[in-house]
């Protein structure tokens, strides 16, 4: 066992502090070249990370950097510098930490370069910054270990892959680094493990004790949720009885609006005047922090959140989670539960309401799944070659580079172990001619090889490539800002597309304010308050996640019992209902319903395969539908089935669903389809063949630059083997697609499909009619629209 | 032709879908903005490697509307050529624009992108005065029948905004011609104060379609 110095012995005796057993775990094996801790939120996880760090420091000896802490959020990072910084000061450690984020100022980070401290807290975007300097390698000369928090995060995202590909190189600068990673508890260790080291080195996994089961239910409200929808309304005031009979409560929504509307519920329903705060990712920097204040004074009752507090900061006195909407994701619910009692070896208390009645259900598949400590996650594929396009751009910032060099360096980094040479060399190419099948740019390459490495054609690109590193790419957004004042105040962002819909007077719900669109200004959104309106919900750019695989089985496992005495009685009352009406779907099998209703013909289709997947079903189908004349009209999707609606009724689902067909049917959909134009924005950014911020350009708007739309189109007609559409269409199958999930889907039941023609709409059915989210089918739809509105707009201005 | 149809100063114009004006008592066909060499000027100056194929995609389209009008007279309205270096457009692309020249009288009015003549055959000219219209790049206040570009007008209506024509009594702002064009908002000012009462914006797209520029939406 490794001892620790004496200063530290006295430091934990004069607290009351015991050595956590993985924390004497991680010093005991300090020396290894990679490992990873697993343990709960609250388990001293971060100290056990550095306190090797601050042993081999102690002596004062070292010289420059020894400890890199990369976490994903740059509030992450200054919260550890102050929790370092106690025991430092307390047992008067020789010792500099400091933190280094996008919001350092200027003549700090000069400093820092010149003269870097001992340990170094950054994210992986400021990371990547660094190493694209030419004297990286002083900057990093000495470091000794990298500790990279909430790897579970980073590791299900291109920041973790990119924050990797980094690590690589600081491995080659640096060959006796040692990996730390610090996850919370995850379904597959191992995976993070090789995620993390350098390959092929191992890396060992610590468990930190788990700690005692959550205390998990779901609340029992007088009103049964409603048939369809989301934001959990109806269950406010047993909320607000919760959250009064507890200390502290975070209330987790799955979006950014649904939080909104709940908030503004909340807070029209909350007659005792109860402290509630809201927080969540669109919220301004401000914002957000008066409410992390607050909550670490201990001055609110309640938070109003959503994924935006899933890491990190450690908020104390939690003693209660609420998730609002079904978790469709164990191990996230997992994650969130454990914010509360934020103290090793407490039991967390958490509450789920399902948001309507199908979300009883997988509320309680949940709550099973939870209790059986059965993790779910999809497994991510290799390390997309968009992030890998733009650590060539940053190599190259650096020094000149040896192409097999660095082809070696990039394959040590575990994402990246399976790269074959060919892709390799075609994001080189990339990088350097753009890779086009028509050779334009032989003259003003922007890599050039010389003498047998390859640099910059024009040193002055280094500028522009270092403004555009990262792989966060938002959807354009828009600051919101109050007018009135000087500059107003910030409030948040919303979406360029919803503020392009908003006209003077319309009304909007954000940070639980509802505020009167002005008018746009210098690209702000410029609103004045304006309670009392009813308001519209302005759209936010956060994720919509799917059910997970394995949450997906437990439900139609559920299906499959006899009886549900889990369940509330309206929900299994709904159930067997259904049962006797028509079926419930089954595991191996597929249902599908058809029925008239409202005068149309409808068909209901339980795949089952996650909202994304079950969307571009409808899609697809619909496309066969049009084609064999079945005068389809519409569809809308969920996380469980697709409801078509059309003219004619379907004879026999069965030739809709020839995978063959609906494979070949994706092909030519995907082509102008604005998920695959979305998805290449992104990778277009990622990869550098597009840029967000350019030097000494302020971007003035839309006006300077043009679509990326315009780029892929261009791109398919003239070049459709490049690249960058390659990249797309892969990553748009995995995500927004989905399309592996039909295909398992329908692999799954071969032939065992079951196809009901029913007289009437079904209970299972029925909540679909209530969706939001219908998609029409006719392609000349918005024609018709926009002919629509220029008629009546030219009638209504005389102007016809 | 499939265009939406008015009059400017008595002479009878056509904004056509594709964002070119044709004028069919003269049989001249006018195009703003097509911006050719954009994507290797980017090159040029050390910036991204955009796709090299809109000078093939831009000179495609024109050649279409050449084909369908029958145009005698082509006029670009300036900001031909995205700087006079990419004038110098490689040897199939300047083929392929000596073609489309061949037979017909074409004029390069000039722009701020490209103030000067550049070496291709056609006529320079700083602006044209034709009957009773008067073409040049940048729209004047209070000037009458004037045709112009420059600003790249774009609108939005029931989704994604679109490049569109702007058709006042006085003038008429032709949409961008060019494939890798952004465009301005033409609610907003300065286009939105350029354009008179009564001002109609005509969409571009499968069907041109005409709506008021001013006013709700």
């Known amino acids: 066992m490794r001892a620790l110095p004496p200063a530290f012995d006295d430091w934990f005796s004069r607290r009351g502090w015991q050595v956590h057993p993985h924390q004497q775990a991680m010093l005991d094996r300090a020396g290894a070249p990679a490992l990873l801790l697993v343990a709960p939120t609250g388990g001293g996880k971060t100290l056990a990370g550095f306190l090797p760090s601050l042993a081999e420091l102690a002596d004062g000896a070292h010289r420059g950097l020894h400890t890199l802490y990369i976490s994903p959020l740059k509030a992450l990072a200054a ?15 020789p010792i500099r930490i400091e933190d280094r984020t996008g919001d350092t100022s200027h003549t700090k980070r000069q400093r820092q370069r010149a003269d870097p401290p001992h340990i170094l807290l950054t994210t992986p975007e400021s990371l990547a910054l660094l190493l694209s300097y030419e004297d990286a390698p002083r900057i990093f000369a000495g470091l000794s270990r990298v500790i990279v928090d909430e790897i579970h995060a980073l590791s299900e995202s291109k920041r973790g892959d990119q924050l990797m590909l980094c690590l690589s190189r600081l491995s080659r600068l640096c060959p006796n680094l040692r990996r730390v990673g610090l996850s919370a508890t995850v379904e597959d260790p191992a995976a993070i493990a090789r995620f ?67 908030f503004h519920h909340l807070w029209l329903a909350n007659e005792d005047g109860l402290p509630i705060g809201i927080h969540h990712g669109s919220l301004s920097r401000e914002a957000r922090e008066r409410v992390e204040a607050a909550m670490v004074q201990g001055a609110l009752r309640a938070v109003v959140c959503t994924g935006s507090l899933d890491l990190g900061i450690d908020w104390g006195d939690v003693d209660l989670v609420i998730q609002v909407g079904a978790p469709k994701n164990v191990k996230r619910l997992v994650q969130r539960i454990g914010r509360a009692n934020h103290r090793y070896n407490a039991p967390s208390k958490a509450l789920l309401v399902p948001a309507n009645r199908f979300e009883v ?47 070696a360096e990039v394959t040590s980094a575990g994402p990246y172990s399976g790269l074959a040479r060919p892709d390799f060399d075609a994001c080189l190419e990339f990088c350097a001619t753009g890779g086009y099948a ?13 003498g047998g490495l390859w640099s910059l054609r024009d040193p002055r690109s280094a500028r522009a490539i270092r403004m555009n590193i990262g792989t966060i790419t938002d959807a354009e957004l828009l600051k919101v800002r109050l007018r ?73 496992a559920m299906f499959g019992e006899a009886t549900w005495p889990d369940l509330p009685g309206h929900t299994a009352d709904w159930l067997a209902l259904q049962r006797q009406v028509s079926r419930l779907p089954g595991a191996d099998r597929l249902l599908i319903e058809s029925f008239p209703a409202d005068g149309r013909e409808h068909l209901c289709i339980y795949g089952f395969a996650g909202r994304n997947a079950q969307q571009t079903l409808g899609l697809l189908v619909t496309r066969r539908m049009e084609d064999l004349g079945l005068h389809p009209l519409g569809f809308v999707a969920t996380d469980y089935a697709t409801l078509i609606w059309g003219l004619d009724p379907v004879p026999d689902a069965r030739t809709l669903l020839d995978p063959a067909a609906l494979a070949e049917g994706l092909d030519t959909w995907l082509q102008g389809n604005a998920v695959m134009k979305r998805t290449f924005r992104n990778i277009a950014q990622i990869a550098g063949l597009i840029e967000r911020n350019h030097p000494g350009q302020r971007k003035s708007g839309r006006q300077a630059t043009f679509s990326t739309d315009v780029l892929y189109d261009t791109l398919r007609r003239h070049d459709p083997g490049h690249l960058l559409l390659a990249v797309t269409r892969e990553e748009a199958m995995r995500g927004l697609v989905d399309f592996a999930r039909i295909a398992a889907m329908l692999d799954r039941v071969g032939d065992r499909i079951d196809h009901l023609h029913l007289t009437r709409v079904t209970p299972l059915a029925a909540p679909l009619f209530l969706e939001h989210g219908k998609v029409p089918v006719e392609g000349a739809a918005r024609e018709r629209l926009i002919a629509e509105t220029a008629a009546r707009l030219m009638a209504e201005a005389g102007l016809a | ?58 000179l495609g389209r024109l050649d279409a509307d050449i084909a369908r009008t029958g145009a005698r007279t082509v006029l670009c309205l300036g900001d031909s050529f995205d700087d006079l270096a990419s004038a110098d457009l490689g040897e199939d692309h300047r083929l392929w624009l000596t073609r489309l020249m061949a037979g017909r009288r074409w004029i390069w009015i000039e722009g701020n992108h490209d103030p000067g003549p550049v ?26 029948g004037e045709v112009s570009g420059h600003y790249h007008p774009k609108m939005r209506v029931a989704g994604p905004a679109r490049p569109c024509f702007l058709i006042d009594a006085s003038r008429v702002i032709l949409p961008a011609y060019g494939a890798y064009t952004g465009g301005m908002d033409a609610t907003r000012p300065p286009l939105s104060d350029l354009m008179g009462p009564g001002a109609i914006a005509c969409l571009t797209g499968p069907t041109p379609c005409a709506l008021p520029l001013k006013g709700p939406r």
């Open chain 1, 79 to 93: 919260d550890i510098r102050r929790n370092l910084t106690t025991p430092v000061t307390e047992m008067d450690l």
């Open chain 1, 196 to 262: 993390l080291a350098r390959h092929p080195d191992p890396c060992e996994v610590l468990h930190a004790d788990p700690g005692p089961d959550p205390d998990i239910a779901m609340l029992q409200t007088d009103e049964p949720p409603p048939w369809a929808g989301g934001g959990g309304r109806y269950a406010i005031p047993a909320i607000l009885e919760e959250v009064r009979r507890h200390r502290t409560t975070l209330i987790f929504h799955n979006t950014r609006a649904q939080a909104e509307i709940f």
């Open chain 1, 361 to 407: 259900v997988e509320c309680q598949a949940a709550l099973r799944a939870v209790r059986d400590h059965d993790l779910d996650g999809e497994p991510r594929g290799p390390g997309p070659r968009d992030v890998l396009c733009q650590h060539i751009l940053i190599a190259a910032c650096a020094a000149p580079f040896d192409a097999d060099d660095l082809f």
């Open chain 1, 438 to 450: 028509l050779r334009a740019y032989d003259r003003w390459q922007r890599l050039m090889r010389r």
């Open chain 1, 484 to 556: 009135n004042r000087l500059g107003g105040q910030p409030l948040g962002e919303v979406e360029e597309g919803f503020a392009a819909s908003l006209t003077p007077g319309d009304t909007f719900l954000i940070g639980g304010q509802i505020v009167r669109y002005e008018g746009l200004r210098d690209l702000t959104v410029e609103v004045s308050r304006d309670p009392g309106r009813d308001p519209k919900v302005a759209v936010f750019s956060g994720t919509k996640f799917s059910t997970s695989t394995r949450l997906t089985e437990r439900i139609l």
């Open chain 2, 1 to 58: 032709m499939n265009g939406h149809r008015f009059t400017l100063s008595g002479a009878t114009l056509s904004a056509l879908p594709s964002g070119a004006l044709w004028w069919g008592d003269r049989a001249l066909l006018a195009v703003g903005d097509l911006h050719l060499g954009r994507s290797s000027r980017i090159a040029r100056l050390g910036g991204t490697l955009l796709p090299p194929y809109e000078v093939a995609e831009t």
């Open chain 2, 119 to 144: 070496a291709l055959p056609g006529e320079h000219l700083r602006d044209l005065a034709l009957g009773p219209l008067t073409f040049r790049h940048i729209a004047q206040p209070g000037a009458r």
